[in-house]
DNA sequence: CCATGCATGTGCATTATTTCACAATACGTT
DNA sequence: AACGTATTGTGAAATAATGCACATGCATGG
C-alpha cells in the first residue's frame, strides 16, 4: 500500500532473488505458491516476502498465495527486466573475456554491444559473439552512439576511475565495479560493486572465527 | 573496546575494503591516514571507520590518524588474510575457467587446489595454471584429501545444490555461490552469494526509477 | 448461504546499523 | 612547559530493516 513511500535498497535485491525460484516454477511447478514456500526457495522469512512485495501493491489473494505466473510478470515489471538492456565491457582480461561470452546475460536481456581495451595488441581481436574488441580511447563516442546505458569494468584496479570518467562521458547511467577500488561517479551514475575477493574475505573471516571456539 | 560483542556484518565488509587504498599508499602514499581520508577513499562515512576498527581495538593515535602499515596488518590479521586459503572451484564453465586464471586470487593467498566438471568431454583436460580438471563425481574424496576450506561453484544453477552438497561431504567449510539460486547447507557450511545478475537487476531498477522522474 | 480454514497485508515492537557530537588525548610550536 | 590544533574513540540519538502477530478476506465444503 505505501506505494510513495520509499523502497529499502535489500527489498530491490531480494525481489530478484525471488523472481528465479518463479522463474523455475512456471515450468515445472504448482501455479500458486505461499509466501512461506516462496521464502523457504530463497532463505528469507515469509513476512519479509510479503512486505517487500506490498511496497508495490497486492499481488496474492488470500488464503491462496501468489500466483506464479503473475508474480513474476509484476516482479520482472517493477525490476525493469522485461525489456533489454544496453551494455558494455571495458578490460578484456580472463574476467572480461568470459562475461562478453555469458549466455546468461543474453537469456535476461542485457545485451553487449561493445567490448574495450587499452592493450593495443588485444585492440581489433574478433570475439566468438562477433564483436571486435575496441581502443578504451574511443569508448565515449562508441557507448554514446550505441545508446549503451550501462558500462561493465573488468580492467585493473588503476585503470579503474578513468574508464569510469570516460562511460559516464559517454552517458551511461551505471557501472559495475568489478575491481578492487571504489569508483567516484556524478550523482547521474549509479554504481554497483562486484568484489569478488571482498565476499571471499568475509568467508574467511567467519571460518576462522568458527575455528577459534 | 567492545571486544566480545557480536561484530556486525557490514562491518567485516567494509574492512576488506579499507584494505585496498592501504595496499595502495603502502606503496607510495604517506606513512599516516586520517579516518576522515580514507572514509573519503572508500566511500562512507569516516564516523563508520572509527567504530568498524574499534570493534577489534585500538588503532590509530589521536590527533595523528593511522600508521598505514600496523593498520593494514592489523586488518588483515582480523580477516585473517595474512594467510593461505585452499579452494577448488566446481563448473568449467566460462566463468569458472577465468576464475582458475585469476592471479588477483592467487595474490591475495587464495590458492586453487582443484577444478571440477560434470561434463565427461572437459574432465582431463588439462588448464594452463597446471590443475587438471576432474569429474565432479570424486570432489567429496578429493576436497578432503588436499584439505580444501572454500568450494566456488559456477555451474548450472540445477546443478548447484547436489555440488554443495558434495563438497559439504568432502568437509568445505563455506562455499561461494555464483549461480542464481539459493542453496541450502548445515550450519556447519557459511554461505555467500555472488549472483551477477541481481547486481544488474539492482542498476537497472534504479535507472528506470530516475527515467521515470 | 453460512461456517471453516488458510494465507495475505500490515501496524507495531524489536533489532540492527549508521551518524552525530563531544570528551579524551597526542603532537608541534612557542 | 603550556597552548592550540588535529583526530581519535565512543555514548547516545537517529535511522533503517526485520519479524511478530493478528485482523482481513477469499475460497471451499457442507
Redesign the pocket.
Known sequence: ??KGS?I????IK?LAVYSRPLEILLENGPPV????K?AGHCG????????D??YF??????????DVRSLLQAIKQILATDREWALCIVGMGHLGSSLVRSENFKKRGYIIKAAFDSDARKVGKKLNCGLTIQSASGISKTVRKLGIEIGLITTPPHEAQRVAHLLQEGGVGAILNFTTIQIRTRKTCIIENADLSVKLENLVYHLEQLDKI
Open positions: 500500500m505505501p520509499k529499502p535498497n535489500p527489498t531480494r505458491i505461499s509466501s512461506e516462496l528469507v522469512n515469509p513476512a519479509q516476502v510479503r512486505k512485495l506490498a501493491g497486492e499481488f496474492g489473494i488470500r488464503g491462496v498465495g501468489y
